[in-house]
């Protein structure tokens, strides 16, 4: 049996990935530590069950807490964090006690118990690419984050660097670009415009829509992560993408179509500060190295899968959507 501590798993990719570590590894136990802030859903984990699943409602910033459930694990997979890039921007401080002292306390427990660790991060440390040409973040592209999330995300990654270089802690980085699929809080860009669609509104988009991301479905994000746990060099890091680039005018106006709305009916509101233009990964290296490839290869499906869960699970995402719209409210967005 191993122990996986999954830091962050009720959130939107930390609950896909302890569902997917429960369906395909029979032989392991699963502890969850998560603080559940607005972003966290315990509901997100119904359904699973002691005596392989264990919840542990807490903070990565409790350094105790944090040394006991390390010490009692194989494996830690960190995924909690401020994730949002517009909070950031209304008030980054929650992005540094989580994503930096939150992941410098992880990083001292897995030294002190010589613990495996792997940590999850984002292309956002890249910083943006121009809107036009074929550039695209691969591991050697050198640092440079733009929002207060991306800036910390960058730190923590840092600090992981640097724990593998000086002490020798069993790590590896991952950082992957966009994620869409089923349990995404509502305030962000996809399961947004759903719920806005399915409650008789109209999607926002900031500025013109033109800015491009480069979507994965959360599910081949997290086989990625699996790969990378059982077979990635240690110290190393991977990035993870699915070739998936699209402006997010396309976006809006392909779940316009497929939710039978005239692909015209959205609103462009005020843009996001320092917006990033472009992010494109080359994934080349998890595909050479490690064998992986995304099993959602067309946009399109993904988001019809996505808008049948989010249809289907009302229940879910209605409790969050009013406060939610009640932040972007207060910039007009
Ligand atoms: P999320 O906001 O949906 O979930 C974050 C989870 O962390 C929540 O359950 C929250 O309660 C928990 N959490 C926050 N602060 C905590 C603390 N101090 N102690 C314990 N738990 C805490 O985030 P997500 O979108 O699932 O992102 C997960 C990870 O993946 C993050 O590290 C993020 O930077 C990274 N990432 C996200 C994307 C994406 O597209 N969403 C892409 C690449 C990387
Ligand atoms: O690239 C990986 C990152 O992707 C992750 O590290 C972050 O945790 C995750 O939130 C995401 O960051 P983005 O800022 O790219 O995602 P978001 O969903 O906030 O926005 C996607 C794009 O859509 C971005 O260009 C802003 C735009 N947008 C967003 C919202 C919420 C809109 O046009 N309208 C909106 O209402």
Redesign the pocket.
């Known amino acids: 049996m191993t122990a996986y501590l999954v ?10 990935f302890v569902r997917l570590l429960a369906d395909q590894r029979p032989s392991t136990t699963i502890t969850v ?9 315990r509901t ?1 984990l119904d359904g699973l069950a002691s005596p392989r699943f264990a919840f542990v409602h ?5 350094a105790e807490l944090v040394d006991q459930l390390v010490a009692a694990h194989d494996v830690v997979v ?7 890039n517009d909070n950031s921007l209304r008030d980054p401080s ?1 992005f540094v ?3 930096l002292v ?1 992941t410098f306390h992880l990083l001292e427990a897995v030294r002190r118990h010589d613990r495996r660790y792997h ?6 440390v890249y910083g943006d690419l121009p809107l036009t040409g074929g550039d695209r973040f691969s591991e050697s592209t050198p640092y440079n984050p733009s929002s207060p ?1 991306s800036a910390t ?1 960058a730190g ?1 990654d840092l600090l992981v660097r640097a724990w593998v270089r000086s002490f020798g802690v069993r790590a590896t980085i ?7 699929g089923p ?3 509502v ?2 860009f996809i399961p947004r415009q759903i719920t806005n669609i399915l409650d008789g509104g109209r999607p926002r988009l900031y500025g013109l829509g033109a800015n491009v991301r480069d979507w ?1 479905h ?1 599910s081949d ?1 997290n086989e990625a992560v699996l790969r990378i746990i059982d077979d990635g060099m240690i110290g190393e890091t991977y990035l ?1 993408g699915a070739d998936g680039e699209a402006d997010n005018l396309t976006v809006v106006r392909t779940l316009l179509h497929l939710m039978g709305r005239p692909v015209d009916a959205y609103d462009l509101v005020p843009d996001r500060v320092g917006h990033d233009l472009r992010y494109a990964i080359d994934a080349s290296r998890l595909r050479r190295e490690l064998g992986w490839a995304p099993q959602f290869t067309s946009l399109e499906q993904g988001l019809s899968q996505t808008i049948q869960w989010y249809r289907d699970h009302q229940e879910w995402w209605r409790p969050q959507k009013a406060a939610t719209e009640a932040k972007y409210a207060a910039t007009g967005q």
């Open positions: 830091t962050g798993g009720a959130g939107f990719i930390g609950a896909n530590l998560d603080a559940l802030t607005y972003a966290g859903s997100s807490g903070n990565i910033r409790d960190h995924f909690a964090a401020e994730s949002h929650p006690d989580t994503n939150g940590h999850i991060s984002t292309d956002e999330y995300k923590s991952s950082n992957c670009s966009n994620n869409y349990y995404q809080h305030e962000k994965i959360v994000h993870i």
